[in-house]
């Protein structure tokens, strides 16, 4: 048998959804802050702030009256308010999780595998993710991303200034006529806009750490 109460924020609690533990009863006889207090342990101030908080009260205390409360009612609020912080908690941890697992651009296997892990799994295996690696990038088998960029970098530029300076090279080497040096600027002009776009292919693709086969410093590039 229900028995639904209206909260001051205009919210249904059901209070025989939550009963009182076995041996703990409630006659109806209203209790004031001090009993209530000392029947779950906390301090006066804490029933203070739990009434700020919404728990319900059976009279307002005024005038030299104290507050009076349903231990019944009182209990129910306070499961029910733990049973949504709970919720609350398990959803961040969801939430967190799997923002953990896109930002670390897991592929199918990893996110299928480490999917049910919480945000406390994950924050142990990443740090020890970290330490692997570090052990690993101090043997040589990895390499930072800043390094390959500032390599790639160079090789970018290397590679436009030499599509750039071809044409007039086979124009001089080889003695083309303009419409040739033209079809010779057309195709390097279609070589780098290729290459741009299999950059940006790649680019846009998932990454992953890979170990490689060199040491650091013997990439014969």
Not at 117 to 145: F, I, M, P
Not at 147 to 158: I, Y
Not at 188 to 194: G, I
Request: charged share 30%; with cysteine.
């Amino acid at each position: 048998m229900s028995e639904v109460i209206t909260l001051d924020d205009g919210s249904v609690l059901d209070v025989a959804r939550y009963p009182l533990p076995d041996g703990v009863a409630d006659d109806g006889t209203p209790l004031n802050r001090v009993q209530l207090a000392k029947a779950f342990g906390v301090s006066e101030n804490t029933i203070t702030k739990w009434v700020g908080q919404g728990m319900p009260v059976v009279s307002s205390g005024q005038n030299g009256i104290s507050y009076e409360f349903r231990l019944s009612h009182c209990y129910a609020w306070r499961q029910s308010r733990d049973e949504k912080v709970r919720a609350a908690k398990v959803k961040g941890d969801q939430l967190a999780a799997q923002a953990a697992l896109a930002f670390r651009n897991l592929d199918d296997d990893q996110a299928e595998e480490e999917s049910e892990l919480t945000a406390d799994d994950l924050r142990k295996w990443s740090e020890a993710e970290y330490h692997r690696n570090r052990v690993a990038e101090q043997r040589g088998d990895l390499v930072r991303a800043d390094r390959v960029r500032a390599v790639l970098e160079d090789l970018f530029v290397a590679f436009g200034t030499a599509m750039d300076t071809f044409p007039d090279f086979a124009e001089m080497e080889f003695g083309l006529s303009p419409a040739q040096v033209a079809k010779v600027q057309a195709h390097c002009d279609q070589t780098r806009d290729d290459l741009r776009q299999k950059i940006a292919a790649l680019i846009s693709r998932p990454g992953a750490v890979l170990a490689i086969g060199a040491q650091q410093g013997e990439l014969s590039i």
